[in-house]
């Protein structure tokens, strides 16, 4: 069974920078694809930066050129480094990862607060 905990959220002031952190349980390298989506109330949840297997990334418009997802494969884990946060950029940030394109094979951790605020 995949485990995925998400770690690093909080309060920050807008300018600020916040990392989040996911520790997954087991090799990463085995996922072919890990991202960072994130929710607010009432809303869906939406991809915010994704990372492929062969280290390809990908980023939501809202975040380009000031979040960065990077994974270490030694340390079992995903980050992503936020710069530049906006109150827009409050939400519960969540941890997927897909071990293939078949139904059943995605998993999420339970999700961190951030909250960007004055």
């Known amino acids: 069974q995949v485990q995925l905990v998400e770690s690093g959220g909080g309060l920050v002031q807008p300018g600020g920078s916040l990392r989040l952190s996911c520790a997954a349980s087991g090799s990463i390298s085995r996922f072919i694809t890990m991202g960072w989506y994130r929710q607010v109330p009432g809303k869906q949840r939406d991809l915010v930066a994704g990372i492929l297997s062969s280290g390809s990334t990908n980023y939501a418009d809202s975040v380009k050129g000031r979040f960065t997802i990077s994974r270490d494969n030694a340390k079992n884990t995903v980050y992503l480094q936020m710069n530049s946060l906006k109150p827009e950029d409050t939400a519960v940030y969540y941890c997927?990862?897909?071990?293939?394109?078949?139904?059943?094979?995605?998993?999420w951790g339970q999700g961190t607060q951030v909250t960007v605020s004055s």
């Open positions: 997927n990862a897909r071990l293939s394109m078949m139904a059943g094979t995605s998993y």
